[in-house]
């Protein structure tokens, strides 16, 4: 496998997205937001499972409770078990027609937070939203707005800083946070990264690629999928870049930490709405890669509700 990645799964998604570990059943969870469907691997034997969803699965999170919260196009909902029965905790802040939720994950206090993607993507009409699930009814509070592409959503080891990214303006930003009171302070740009050339094509020098999903790992180092660009890049929480890891694929687009210590690192990738040349020379575009790393990952949070 180029550059030291291997294959998790030979199967590949249309849009894979939202991956985490699952440490009480070491195993590896995402989603397929065009496929509508959630998938999870168990890596000790290979086994593959997949679960269809009545509409676009953006993100999902293990609950402290077991089962799953899981942010689909119309609301927020609770599965106490896979593949059983969707419970409504929170319709959807926005007007289904033209957005949906994408990235999102628990926070280290327990809340459920997603961002939007608005399909139009003319005005930046996305937000960030956070949901305290252990109230009823579960009312989402805006946290950041003025975005098209949520994503990039992560938080520091000590819990006192928030990433979050707006692909489509090839920016990542970041907030003083605090946990007990889930105030968000002093945004700053974390990084920016160059726009796409005029007139870029796929396969052209020129074009690094855009933010998109996120991890950080036990050292505070942010991780984040480059789409389009090829590759997964890990900044210092400085912002200073310390190491770039081609992928054999053009679109992936988010990585998280896995295995029993946290050292392998997956990340999900796409194929959907790709030019056909770059299939044909990418037919692995859409699978979820893995790589050992020496820094492990934060675990997972898990939603309290």
């Known amino acids: 496998m180029?550059?030291?990645?291997?294959?998790?799964?030979?199967?590949?998604?249309?849009?894979?997205?939202?991956?985490?570990?699952?440490?009480?059943?070491?195993?590896?969870?995402?989603?397929?937001?065009?496929?509508?469907?959630?998938?999870?691997?168990?890596?000790?034997?290979?086994?593959?499972?997949?679960?269809?969803?009545?509409?676009?699965p953006g993100c999902i999170?293990?609950?402290e409770r077991g089962g799953l919260v899981i942010a689909l196009r119309d609301g927020v909902y609770r599965a106490d078990a896979w593949g059983g029965p969707l419970r409504l905790l929170a319709r959807a802040p926005y007007d289904p027609a033209t957005a949906r939720f994408n990235d999102g994950k628990a926070d280290p206090?327990?809340?459920?937070w997603a961002g939007s993607?608005?399909?139009?993507?003319?005005?930046?009409?996305?937000?960030?939203?956070?949901?305290?699930?252990?109230?009823?009814?579960?009312?989402?509070?805006v946290k950041a707005d003025r975005a098209t592409v949520a994503n990039g959503l992560a938080w520091s080891p000590d819990a006192s800083t928030l990433y979050w990214a707006d692909t489509t303006s090839h920016t990542v930003w970041a907030w003083d946070w605090d946990a007990a009171t889930n105030a968000m302070r002093h945004?700053?740009?974390?990084?920016?990264?160059?726009?796409?050339?005029?007139?870029?094509?796929?396969?052209?020098p020129g074009y690094g690629g855009r933010p998109d999903g996120a991890a950080v790992d036990a050292a505070g180092n942010y991780w984040v999928a480059m789409f389009e660009g090829g590759r997964v890049l890990q900044f210092a929480a400085s912002g200073e870049l310390l190491r770039e890891l081609p992928l054999p694929v053009?679109?992936?687009?988010?990585p998280c930490f896995g295995g029993a210590d946290l050292q392998t690192l997956y990340v999900t990738s796409a194929r959907h709405s790709r030019p056909a040349q770059e299939l044909r020379e990418q037919p692995q575009a859409g699978c979820v890669f893995a790589?050992?790393?020496?820094?492990?990952?934060?675990?997972?949070d898990f939603v309290r509700d």
């Not at 969870?29 to 593959?48: F, K, N, S």
């Not at 206090?109 to 459920?112: H, K, S």
């Not at 053009?250 to 988010?254: A, E, F």
């Open 187 to 204: 945004r700053r740009v974390f990084r920016q990264f160059p726009r796409k050339p005029a007139g870029w094509q796929p396969g052209q």
């Open 117 to 141: 993607l608005y399909e139009p993507r003319d005005p930046p009409n996305a937000h960030l939203y956070c949901f305290d699930l252990r109230g009823a009814p579960a009312a989402p509070e």
């Open 2 to 56: 180029m550059s030291g990645w291997d294959l998790a799964t030979p199967q590949p998604d249309q849009l894979g997205e939202s991956p985490f570990w699952h440490p009480r059943e070491q195993r590896l969870y995402w989603v397929d937001i065009e496929q509508r469907q959630l998938r999870r691997l168990d890596p000790r034997d290979g086994t593959l499972e997949s679960w269809a969803m009545p509409t676009h």
């Open 250 to 254: 053009r679109c992936p687009t988010m």
């Open 61 to 63: 999170a293990p609950r």
């Open 109 to 112: 206090a327990g809340r459920f």
């Open 291 to 300: 790589r050992r790393v020496e820094v492990p990952g934060r675990p997972v």
